[in-house]
């Protein structure tokens, strides 16, 4: 969290350099979301989106989910049992509020639900209930080329106060790196977002290295331009797994990232995936 921007363990593989509280919907938009003619023609929220959690055990129907446009400033959440619930457009246009229709209203799930773009303005994932990421599966969404991916969404507990992190990192074929991150510091508040830039996997180990595009971060810290690392880690599934692990995002070169990170946290909330893809 803030107070927490350092000059930074070493992984085995390298990957060049080039290659939120309370009952809300938060889109962070995409480079190209808005105002560029590379942008997805039709709206980059609506499609189909699938929870791969529990792919080896207990997946059920709350875990394969629609999301469709009602009118400009309504969405509707519908899975497939089917429940289904709106999401309503906020003051902050990149914000959508869960209403009473929902039975996550009065849930301890009913936490904040972000939306991670790509750099073309389309949909890697979004975090639902309990901030669990859901992966957008539409065919001409998936990845087709990916060597490892690693993504991760939900919460930790920091000294400043809970943080809400999400991120997805994918390498393809060719050892190029890319992906998105976006870090909400509720203490300030911040919202820091950039793009992944390096990606090294050894195991259930990820280490990531990235360039902050958009901030509202007062200080030194967190600008645009400012490059920085982080490492988490995959405890697993199931009720014997290990707590999932993520960093504090640091300051350091970002083709530099195998280099040492620290203050190494349980999620309070929320789930990491590293997954080694055949290919």
Not at 230 to 259: I, K, L, M, R
Request: proline share 8%; with cysteine.
């Amino acid at each position: 969290g803030p107070g927490f921007a350092q000059s930074g363990c070493d992984a085995q593989e390298r990957v060049p350099d080039r290659a939120l509280e309370g009952g809300s919907l938060r889109i962070s938009e995409g480079p190209a979301a808005r105002n560029s003619p590379s942008a997805p023609s039709r709206d980059p929220i609506v499609g189909s989106y699938e929870n791969q959690l529990y792919d080896d055990d207990g997946k059920n129907c709350y875990h394969y989910v629609t999301i469709s446009r009602v009118d400009a400033s309504t969405l509707l959440w519908e899975n497939s049992c089917p429940y289904s619930w709106t999401l309503t457009a906020t003051d902050d246009p990149s914000v959508y509020a869960i209403g009473p229709d929902s039975p996550y209203y009065d849930s301890p799930s009913n936490e904040d639900m972000m939306v991670l773009f790509a750099a073309d303005g389309s949909v890697l994932f979004i975090t639902g209930p309990g901030l669990e990421p859901y992966d957008r599966v539409d065919d001409d969404y998936a990845p087709s080329t990916s060597r490892y991916i690693a993504s991760g969404g939900g919460t930790v507990d920091v000294t400043a106060g809970r943080s809400t992190y999400a991120f997805h990192a994918n390498v393809d074929a060719s050892g190029v790196a890319t992906g998105q991150f976006e870090i909400h510091f509720s203490s300030v508040p911040w919202t820091i977002h950039g793009e992944v830039t390096c990606l090294v996997v050894e195991g259930n180990e990820a280490r990531f290295g990235g360039v902050v595009t958009r901030s509202n971060a007062s200080g030194p810290a967190y600008q645009p331009g400012q490059e920085i690392i982080w490492f988490a880690a995959d405890g697993g599934e199931g009720p014997d797994a290990s707590p999932d692990q993520v960093s504090s995002f640091f300051n350091h070169p970002a083709a530099d990232c195998t280099a040492p990170t620290w203050n190494v946290k349980d999620w309070t909330n929320g789930n990491v995936q590293i997954q080694a893809l055949p290919g």
